[in-house]
């Protein structure tokens, strides 16, 4: 599937205005491809890895929307321990703006073994039980789902072809 070739990304402007939920899922979904492919490796973060990934797990968050800090401080927590069992960790994403109750959760694979590898270190790795064993006590978690994405070819980094006054 990768061809050695980076798409050609573009990169949203900051701003200070708030974004809206079908542009903050665009960018979270275009953030997790763009990095499934090696593309998003930045001066500032140094890359980790240079096998292309071919997989990314999309995990949807339902969470108590009284219990953010919980669910925040559960994924600060998989910062350090997602590489340190073999993933690749895009991100996590609380809600900003519009629905309070969904976050998100993007990790990366070479393949589908090598998530199996990276569940089976999770299950002997002390502070990953640490940390579910959190989630389950404090019930900010009310429901997870995964799939499991890749990019098709050709769909992905294209530019705005429209010509037009804004």
């Given amino acids: 599937m990768a061809t050695g070739k980076l798409p050609n990304v573009q990169t949203p402007e900051l701003s200070t205005e708030r974004m809206g939920r079908r542009k903050a899922i665009e960018l979270i979904m275009a953030t997790g491809a763009a990095l499934t492919l090696g593309c998003g490796d930045s001066p500032t973060r140094p890359t980790m890895r240079r096998t292309p990934m071919t997989i990314t797990c999309f995990i949807r968050y339902q969470i108590d929307p009284f219990q953010r800090d919980g669910f925040k401080k559960y994924a600060e927590n998989w910062g350090r321990i997602i590489p340190r069992c073999g993933g690749h960790l895009v991100g996590y994403f ?38 579910f ?11 997870e ?3 499991f994405v890749e990019i098709v070819d050709g769909t992905f980094g294209l530019p705005s072809t429209f010509v037009g006054a804004e």
Avoid: C, H
């Fill in 145 to 147: 789902e995964r799939n």
């Fill in 94 to 131: 609380l809600p900003n703006e519009g629905t309070n109750d969904v976050a998100w959760g993007l990790i990366a694979f070479e393949s589908l073994a090598s998530y199996e590898t990276y569940r089976a270190r999770l299950k002997s790795d002390p502070e990953a039980l640490e940390n």
């Fill in 133 to 143: 064993s959190m989630a389950q006590t404090k019930r900010f978690i009310l429901r």
